[in-house]
């Protein structure tokens, strides 16, 4: 067992419910030493993962608050420990109060994501499924979710781990033949292994491919939003918000800088970037975020570029709008002078007016086109961090490595090499052989109480 650590799991902040936890050696004893069951029956007494209703007690005997408490015993418990759960009201002050409580009996402060790296580290999780507790918290998308749920489900684990348990038939084969000589060992042939190597590639490949749409997925798809001056591109970022995030008005060049908020449309997280108007100036504060305007177009995911659908479009417009990846026609409310030159013909246009609201579900459908989706992948199933992207990669190329000098005809010692490398990756991808350093880096990521 472990020392005793305790910790409000729901922060510091006003709520209907606040929930600490312990674990660690002595948690039910030091559940029963604050909490009384209104049936005057000990915790220690209690079946796991039972609530029961009471109340909690300073040693002095003072109701500190009325509560639920709930125990569950190693090793059928989140951490793999002797744990206990006290369910409370969600007051900052409340919450305090029980845990200086626990403290002063003896519990510590727990660290940033300590109960689950307790799980980890007692075999409840794989690094994978550890990784996918914080990406469900901060999870901002119903997919995101989806697919952070598939991950603690074990999805990466059971493909990489039938990858590993096949070269693990490869290299126990070989190890046989070497180590038992005289036993009777069907001969080590590398060219009888050739499918299953070329099967592990492409499971492989296929799954570090899918790397681009976690990040996508996780941290959201850069979205500049570009046109000239006055066009309604403010009003837009506003109308896709939801409030007024970005000041408008009708003289041109209001906004200098750009402005950055987050919203879903089209069931994608968009990390919108309101840019200032492109055009020629001689005001050397307009340039600068012309400039930026320029980058954020060059370093974007996705460019909307908004015309005002109330006048001609002009060559300016038509420059802008050959980098977009849709065009937005804003003002629809307006009596209509916009028609779009053939050469933009290729680019998904959207009719809607910013003012109204009208033709925002047609952009979201049309952004929903555009934006690679984990709907129609099964969930978990898709990569969302670089640690676990960088072990898949170089699983990969030893695996390639490992199938070329098979084609290649070299010694099987090379072979089982490359397939141990392989391994080797694997095993760092789930934590089975993963530095402690690696470890704690991980973990930092987590808030305080999970």
């Known amino acids: 067992m472990s020392d005793l650590i305790a910790a409000a799991a729901t922060g510091n902040v006003r709520s209907a419910i606040g929930i600490i936890r312990l674990s660690g050696d002595g948690a039910v004893e030091c559940a029963d030493r604050v909490f009384r069951a209104g049936s005057g029956r000990k915790m220690a007494d209690t079946a796991s993962n039972r609530l029961v209703y009471g109340g909690v007690y300073d040693g002095s005997g003072a109701l500190l608050d009325t509560c639920m408490c709930t125990v569950s015993r190693a090793p059928h418990s989140y951490t793999g420990e002797d744990t206990a759960e006290i369910q409370c009201h969600g007051s900052p002050a409340a919450l305090s109060a029980i845990l200086s409580e626990l403290f002063r009996l003896g519990a510590r402060q727990a660290r940033p994501g300590e109960f689950t790296k307790r799980a980890f580290l007692n075999g409840k999780l794989d690094l994978t499924q550890a990784e996918a507790v914080i990406d469900l918290i901060d999870a901002e998308t119903r997919e995101a979710a989806r697919n952070a749920s598939g991950q603690l489900g074990g999805a990466v684990t059971r ?75 403010s009003s837009l970022l506003n109308a896709l918000l939801g409030f007024d995030r970005a000041i408008v008005t009708d003289v041109p060049g209001t906004t200098r800088d750009t402005v950055e908020e987050k919203c879903v449309l089209g069931g994608a997280l968009l990390r919108l970037v309101d840019t200032a108007g492109i055009r020629e100036s001689a005001d050397a504060v307009e340039r600068l975020g012309v400039e930026r305007s320029v980058r954020a177009m060059e370093s974007a995911d996705l460019v909307i570029a908004v015309l005002d659908a109330s006048r ?31 050469e933009l013909a290729g680019i998904p246009a959207v009719r809607l007016s910013a003012r109204t609201g009208e033709g925002i579900p047609d952009l979201a459908r049309a952004v929903e086109r555009l934006v690679p989706g984990a709907a129609d992948a099964p969930a978990g199933e898709i990569l969302t961090n670089a640690r676990q992207a960088g072990e898949v990669a170089a699983a990969l190329e030893s695996v390639r490595a490992a199938r070329d000098a098979v084609v290649d005809g070299v010694t099987p010692d090379a072979v089982l090499t490359e397939l141990e490398s392989a391994m080797e990756a694997l095993g760092r991808l789930s934590g089975k052989t993963l530095a402690s350093d690696v470890t704690d880096r991980v973990f930092e990521r987590f808030c305080v109480g999970k």
């Open 159 to 233: 493909k990489t781990d039938a990858v590993y348990s096949r070269l693990l038939d490869i290299a126990a084969h070989f190890h046989a033949v070497v180590d038992w000589p005289d036993e009777d060992v069907e001969d080590f042939e590398t060219k009888n292994y050739l499918d299953t190597l070329n099967n592990a590639e492409d499971t492989l490949s296929r799954l570090l491919d899918t790397f681009e749409r976690g990040r996508i997925l996780r941290d959201g798809v850069r979205t500049a939003i570009v046109g000239r001056p006055n066009v309604g591109k």
């Open 312 to 342: 001609p479009i002009t060559p300016e417009d038509a420059d802008i709008a050959k980098r977009a990846s849709v065009i937005v026609l804003n003002k629809s409310d307006l009596p209509t002078k916009a028609l779009l030159p053939p």
